[in-house]
């Protein structure tokens, strides 16, 4: 069986597959979990750290044997949640598109830029109050 983990908190998964799209488009990874839509609902956030967990079947000799991490946090964006009508539901996470990729960077280098200008601006006004 196979787990996702958020806040060090293991989640047993029946299934996942990751689906790979075009250039413009976000890749998905989608999470099929035994819970009611609420508890998925408190779980699952835009932007959280989270990690799928694989376990291998494996005898005694392998006991402290361990287990594969990948991080998931590239998948940030909660696309769907799916009922399945079997008293699973299936998450859909979305990576960001080149785009949006693009966007959340130009953002960033202008937010340390404004950041930046009002430090400079600071100092400037301590040295003028000091002297």
Not at 1 to 29: C, F, H, T
Not at 37 to 64: C, H, P, Q, R
Not at 92 to 121: C, G, M, P
């Amino acid at each position: 069986m196979n787990y996702i983990r958020i806040d060090g908190q293991d989640y047993p998964i029946i299934d996942y597959k990751e689906a790979y799209s075009s250039e413009d488009e976000a890749d998905s990874l989608y999470i099929t979990l035994s819970m009611t839509y609420e508890e998925i609902l408190g779980l699952f956030k835009d932007n959280m750290t989270w990690e799928l967990v694989k376990t291998l079947t494996a005898n005694k000799l392998f006991s402290n044997f361990k287990h594969p991490v990948n991080d998931l946090s590239e998948y940030c964006r909660i696309m769907t949640i799916t009922d399945n009508c079997d008293d699973t539901f299936t998450v859909k996470v979305n990576k960001l598109s080149k785009i949006e990729k693009a966007v959340k960077e130009a953002l960033q280098t202008q937010a340390i830029s404004f950041i930046s200008e009002i430090e400079a601006d600071e100092a400037y006004t301590r040295g003028v109050n000091e002297s």
